[in-house]
């Protein structure tokens, strides 16, 4: 570590630090979860996961896409110190996941469902934070804006209104051009905004500012009170099944955006070698580890701070290392600082990221490629949505390889005719699932024909298949048909 790589590393952990905190927060909070749980996340993936990861650039912490899985996890579960259990089983799964090196087993995951989780977790996440973005209060969910029993603050609309404004006008081309502007993250301002609403507005209409709901977050006067303040995990609800269901469906949604983060990063930023996603996974199950034991949430790397610390300018760990330091002291010691966030700028923000999530031009693009691919997209959703996440997951996978079975089959058999003659023309190998598409191409042959077999792409011909040319060939004779490379015996 030289001068020049300390001056590289210490500006970019200051701004991932800057991106990480509202999202941490935010994350916390759509999670049902207190403030500080989002920012011990984010400590234990800067400090614990950065130590063991292979990776000098992929930043670990809370992440969006989990957030609709702890909701409905804590739903099913009844507490959070039984999904601490849960998450502990999860990190336990990676682990043995990266020492039996299934991350090469990332590439079966067809792009299409991948595609469609993501897209799926975005519009999850947008119905989610609607209600609160609304000033809603309690638990309020979406159905209720539509049956209108949702009761509205328009201080805190404004608040979201204008944070969504400054989150879209950030990424236009007038603020990139100015220098000053280009390095500070849009959700920080968006939440800096908020803040001023809430203290300004508290001093000159208090009224109104009463109206916003602001994160709590405990002051701790010391380690030992932090520490006693730790929620801790429920050993004895191993023994429920249901938290065996979502221990797997953590490790499983987890490990695979973690690796996808990984295939990103690879693109924004080469390695040399390129960072083992077998380590990768292992250093994250023991991140999952430490965050059930303490209290924490799931932990995986995420492609949003990685990349602000690539185009930060990191050059080593370092940089992950300071905004995990960073975020541990600003929950110790400026919690009051904290507290006068209000929601709807946390809500704001994740809106956004949803949005990102599930862009419409991600739709577009989809229905361009054609029914293969956007058939087991929109499965993928419907699924995950409906059923949740790993079932919709499931429900994806399938609907792609009945997709692809089916195009494979529509395209293993050609018939073509040239005056008498047809050439039957076998594309590829086939199997018993061949058979209604071949007999009913030969049922197209006439009587008094030449048929020549062209199977040269074929070097397997499942028994079934044989079965049904020799049925075709033995009474050919009888129909006036001459056979020309016929690829079975007939009498």
Not at 39 to 65: D, H, K, N, Q, Y
Not at 69 to 75: K, N
Not at 135 to 140: I, L
Not at 242 to 255: E, K
Request: aromatic content about 8%; hydrophobic content about 50%; some cysteine.
């Amino acid at each position: 570590m030289n001068l020049d790589t300390l001056r590289r590393d210490i500006p970019a952990g200051l701004v991932v630090f800057l991106v990480a905190l509202p999202l941490c927060l935010g994350i916390a909070q759509a999670s049902g979860l207190p403030p500080f749980a989002g920012l011990l996340t984010g400590v234990i993936g800067g400090l614990v996961v950065t130590s063991l990861s292979p990776s000098r650039f992929a930043v670990s912490g809370p992440a969006a896409g989990l957030v609709t899985i702890v909701v409905a996890s804590m739903a099913s579960l009844g507490s959070f110190s039984a999904f601490l259990t849960a998450l502990i089983i999860a990190g336990a799964l990676q682990c043995l996941f990266g020492l039996l090196r299934a991350g090469r087993f990332i590439s079966l995951v067809p792009g299409s469902v991948i595609k469609g989780m993501l897209a799926a977790i975005g519009l999850l996440l947008i119905m989610q934070q609607i209600p609160v973005a609304f000033g809603a209060a309690g638990d309020a969910e979406l159905v209720s804006l539509v049956t209108g029993e949702m009761t509205f603050s328009l201080p805190a609309i404004a608040v979201a209104g204008v944070g969504l404004a400054i989150l879209c006008l950030w990424t236009t081309g007038p603020i990139k051009r100015i220098k000053a502007l280009a390095w500070i993250p849009g959700p920080l301002i968006a939440v800096l905004t908020g803040c001023l609403a809430t203290v300004v507005g508290g001093r000159l209409f208090p009224d109104v500012a009463s109206g916003l709901a602001r994160i709590s977050l405990p002051a701790f006067d010391s380690v030992s009170a932090l520490v006693a303040g730790l929620e801790t995990p429920d050993w004895m609800a191993w023994q429920n099944p249901q938290v065996w269901v979502v221990a797997v469906t953590l490790a499983l949604v987890a490990s695979l955006e973690t690796l996808l983060s990984q295939e990103a990063l690879k693109k924004l930023r080469p390695q040399t070698p390129a960072p083992s996603p077998n380590k990768e996974m292992f250093a994250q199950g023991i991140g999952n580890l430490t965050a059930g034991f303490l209290g924490a949430m799931p932990i995986t790397a995420v492609i949003v701070r990685s990349s602000v610390n690539v185009s930060a300018g990191a050059q080593t760990k370092l940089s992950i290392f300071i905004h995990g330091v960073l975020l541990l002291i600003c929950g110790m010691w400026f919690s009051e600082m904290l507290n006068a966030i209000p929601l709807a700028s946390l809500a704001a923000v994740l809106l956004y990221t949803g949005y990102k999530l599930a862009t419409p031009r991600l739709f577009v693009e989809q229905f361009r490629m054609g029914p293969q691919q956007y058939v087991p997209f929109l499965a993928t959703i419907v699924g995950i949505i409906t059923l949740g996440m790993l079932v919709g997951i499931g429900i994806g996978i399938a609907t792609q390889i009945l997709c692809s079975i089916y195009k494979s089959h529509r395209n293993a058999l050609q018939l073509t005719r040239y005056d008498d003659h047809y050439v039957l023309r076998f594309q590829q190998n086939l199997t018993f699932m061949h058979n209604p598409k071949l007999q009913g191409l030969l049922d197209e042959i006439p009587e008094n024909s030449v048929v020549i077999v062209d199977n040269d792409n074929a070097e397997y011909i499942d028994p079934d298949v044989r079965a049904v040319l020799k049925d075709f060939g033995d009474n050919a004779d009888k129909r006036g048909i001459r056979l020309s490379q016929w690829p079975v015996a007939v009498k």
